[in-house]
């Protein structure tokens, strides 16, 4: 069974969309993170589009007064190009050095020969995804994540090819436009009796409130906001009340 880090960072992208380089601030980031001693990553991007309601393929030519356009911003492609330099930083020159989750895309986590695709209720099913991974013949077994709001949920979760559980929100978080309801503590603890698959919670996750996150059940908290105004410092801080 996969064996979860105490932290799972989420980098999101709009969190450095008005940086002059968003791409070599993330990665500037990342770099910090990895050097306090994160050892896996997701990469998110809320503006990208889910697969299957994009206009074409990536690298379908458009009209230049259409959004896609190579003389304009284009999310998907962004979100790509970011998630491939992460690659690098994440690969290391010798060996791995993290490991590098894509949100949401099943295509661009293979594009950019990620690690795993993290899953979301409305995205493509787990069972499609673990499909097109086993379909490709690069000797790499690819994760898969999946999150759930309510016990429900979890329940059927448990179920799924998947890898680990995440769910939450545990706390209010303002990462999200349009949260779930909270969970809290106690929906922790019922998420851990439901499923004995590695169990990520999410939302409103600070050094703070961590440790009774940890001691609930969970293997590993996810984190966004606490860690964007000093990453190395806020990841070493983490490790150490999560023990």
């Known amino acids: 069974m996969l064996k979860l880090p105490p ?34 990553i997701q990469l998110r991007d809320k503006s990208v589009a889910p697969a299957g309601n994009q206009p074409g393929p990536l690298n379908q030519e458009r009209p230049a007064n259409q959004p896609g356009h190579p003389n304009q911003e284009n999310p998907t492609r962004r979100f790509l190009s970011c998630a491939r330099e992460l690659r690098r930083l994440t690969l290391g020159i010798t060996k791995p050095r993290a490991t590098l989750i894509v949100n949401d895309r099943v295509d661009l986590c293979l594009a950019a020969d990620a690690d795993g695709v993290h899953l979301g209720q409305d995205d493509l099913s787990s069972s499609a995804a673990r499909k097109i991974f086993d379909q490709v013949k690069d000797g790499k077994t690819r994760l898969i994540g999946f999150s759930t709001h309510n016990i429900s949920q979890v329940r059927q979760a448990d179920a799924l090819p998947i890898d680990y559980i995440a769910v939450g929100p545990v706390f209010a978080t303002g990462s999200k436009a349009n949260p779930d309801p909270v969970i809290g503590i ?36 996810a984190v966004i906001s606490d860690l964007l105004e000093s990453p190395g410092k806020a990841v070493a801080d983490f490790l150490r009340v999560l023990g």
């Open 7 to 40: 932290l799972y960072p989420i980098i999101d992208f709009t969190c450095f969309a008005t940086k002059a380089d968003p791409v070599a601030a993330i990665l500037h980031y990342a770099e910090e993170m990895i050097m306090a001693g994160a050892t896996l």
């Open 186 to 221: 106690e929906g922790v603890r019922q998420a851990r009796q439901a499923t004995q698959k590695p169990l990520v919670a999410i939302g409103g996750i600070t050094r703070q409130n961590c440790r009774p996150v940890k001691d609930a059940g969970a293997d590993s908290v």
